[in-house]
Antibody
Framework: QVQLVQSGAEVKKPGASVKVSCKASGYTFTSYYIHWVRQAPGQGLEWMGIINPSGGSTSYTQKLQGRVTMTRDTSTGTVYMELSNLRSDDTAVYYC????????????WGQGTLVTVSS | DIQMTQSPSSLSASVGDRVTITCRASQSISSYLNWYQQKPGKAPNLLIYAASSLQSGVPSRFSGSGSGTDFTLTISSLQPEDFATFFCQQSYNTPRTFGQGTKVEIK
């Protein structure tokens, strides 16, 4: 069965970086794009960006350009999201989600990773 | 970016009630509209895709309709396990924007 398993919770200081992993299994890793979405406490869902696991191409939301980097490791079927120069308003649960293809929805989600930014 | 606006932002309803949530896109998105349900502490779960297609395993009391800019999610008879927050999302283009959410609470 399709699974996306994310790394554990992180606590970081302002100005630091965090790298969250998302390990895919149960399907051909390079056949489906992966998105990252975050959710601040009590807030809605914010799309962060997308990565093509096949070629590694990426597209990021304008808001996070210059601070976010998405990469993949095809040998392990893992996608990574790194966010640098962390601020308190980056405190959120970060999700990876599989794109169903074309204009389809996000059909599978990771369990979420809480990143807390606090001095 | 396409803006997605949901209404209401919250509602109170009783078990057995018919519930309707609306979502409006800032431009036409054809039928590329999806609905997700999220329970506290959990990842969103896909309910409806392509405006009206029921995801496998989702109860038939959930239905979706609409095209262009105006869409609706309907729960025909609200069940105790349905109390949650619902989000619409457009998959017409990137960024894949979401509505702000509708929290369905117990009356």
């Amino acid at each position: 069965q399709v699974q996306l398993v994310q790394s554990g919770a992180e606590v970081k200081k302002p100005g630091a970086s965090v790298k969250v992993s998302c390990k895919a299994s149960g399907y051909t890793f390079t056949s489906y794009y992966i998105h990252w979405v975050r959710q601040a406490p009590g807030q809605g869902l914010e799309w962060m960006g997308i990565i093509n696991p096949s070629g590694g191409s990426t597209s990021y939301t304008q808001k996070l350009q210059g601070r976010v980097t998405m990469t993949r490791d095809t040998s392990t079927g893992t996608v990574y999201m790194e966010l640098s120069n962390l601020r308190s308003d980056d405190t959120a649960v970060y999700y990876c989600a599989r794109d169903g293809g074309g204009m389809m929805p996000f059909d599978y989600w990771g369990q979420g990773t809480l990143v807390t930014v606090s001095s | 970016d396409i803006q997605m606006t949901q209404s209401p932002s919250s509602l109170s309803a009783s078990v057995g009630d018919r519930v309707t949530i609306t979502c409006r896109a800032s431009q036409s998105i054809s039928s590329y509209l999806n609905w997700y349900q999220q329970k506290p502490g959990k990842a969103p779960n896909l309910l409806i895709y392509a405006a009206s297609s029921l995801q496998s395993g989702v109860p038939s009391r959930f239905s979706g309709s609409g095209s262009g800019t105006d869409f609706t999610l309907t729960i025909s008879s609200l069940q105790p396990e349905d109390f949650a927050t619902f989000f619409c999302q457009q998959s017409y283009n990137t960024p894949r924007t979401f509505g702000q959410g509708t929290k369905v609470e117990i009356k």
